[in-house]
């Protein structure tokens, strides 16, 4: 094979870097970005050697591919681990346990114990921490207690998939720095179908639909009480006004529909007072009509 014929065949491989994956060295270095784009249009022209969701996507599978290379991993091993949940990218727990268990982050493997069985199964997992000699072990944990349940192994193999949890939590505990800015497909909640009533109404029910509801549970004469003290207040004339408009609108209308136009009127009466009295009672011309009780009340 010639020079010319070699140095062509290097220049298409999966040439990705080795020296530095740190976040800055691949970042920065021009030459890694440079091979880390090659390799992530590479992976998104796959069709049977990666997942549906980065099919088509260099952007996604350069993710994939500097997190692979920060674990010192295959890019498509650790491609093939991935799932789309929500809008969000998740990598499964079993690939979570050996990435913690080949981080350097703990020494041999983790353990895990058991005790019950259906919903009553709890499972604790431990390790050892590197630098140090005992297990450290994680709280118990019950399958009644787990909340998202995204794998169809909950069903099947309980076991198996509350060990990788636990792993998760102990190592979220207890060595974060190897799983930071990771999250297991579990740990993203898949939003749930919203349900809607497609039922055919008939012209009654629409009409009963758009009937206005009642007003919510309000404590009138406490309202009343509260705004006839500042009506009452030691404050000028004018200052009781300002302040008995501004608790008024400052109420819900629901709030508005229980005290009524008239007593605001002769709560606002009160106020304008000289001396706090109650003031003559309206004409009954100047009282606003039943069909709207808030004409003619200022707000």
Request: overall charge negative; some cysteine; aromatic content about 6%.
């Amino acid at each position: 094979m010639s020079e010319a014929t070699t140095i062509e065949s290097q220049s298409t491989a999966l040439d990705l870097p080795a020296a530095n994956t740190t976040t800055s060295g691949l970042v920065l270095h021009a030459d890694n970005m440079d091979s880390m784009m090659r390799a992530a249009e590479l992976m998104a022209a796959g069709k049977a050697t990666v997942p549906k969701h980065l099919q088509g996507s260099p952007s996604d599978c350069m993710a994939v591919i500097m997190q692979a290379m920060q674990w010192n991993m295959n890019p498509f091993v650790v491609a093939q681990k991935t799932h789309l949940v929500n809008g969000q990218l998740g990598y499964e727990a079993q690939l979570v346990n050996a990435v913690v268990q080949s981080s350097g982050a703990i020494t041999g493997r983790f353990h895990y114990e058991y005790t019950g069985d259906g919903n009553g199964l709890a499972c604790r997992v431990g390790a050892v921490i590197a630098g140090e000699t005992d297990i450290t072990w994680s709280e118990w944990l019950k399958v009644s207690d787990v909340t998202t349940k995204n794998s169809p192994l909950w069903k099947t193999n309980p076991r198996q998939q509350m060990g990788y949890l636990q792993v998760k939590n102990w190592t979220r505990a207890y060595t974060p720095g190897a799983l930071l800015g990771v999250y297991t497909s579990d740990e993203l909640i898949e939003a749930q179908p919203r349900e809607r009533d497609i039922t055919p109404r008939t012209a009654a029910e629409f009409a009963q639909a758009a009937k206005p509801q009642p007003a919510a549970q309000v404590d009138r004469d406490q309202l009343i009480r509260d705004m006839e003290m500042i009506a009452r207040s030691n404050d000028a004339a004018p200052q009781r006004i300002a302040d008995l408009e501004a608790a008024w609108k400052k109420l819900t209308k629901d709030e508005r529909a229980a005290v009524g136009a008239d007593e605001i009127k002769r709560l606002k009466s009160l106020a304008a007072a000289e001396d706090a009295t109650p003031a003559p009672a309206a004409q009954q011309d100047d009282l606003p009509t039943e069909d709207n009780p808030f004409d003619g009340v200022e707000e």
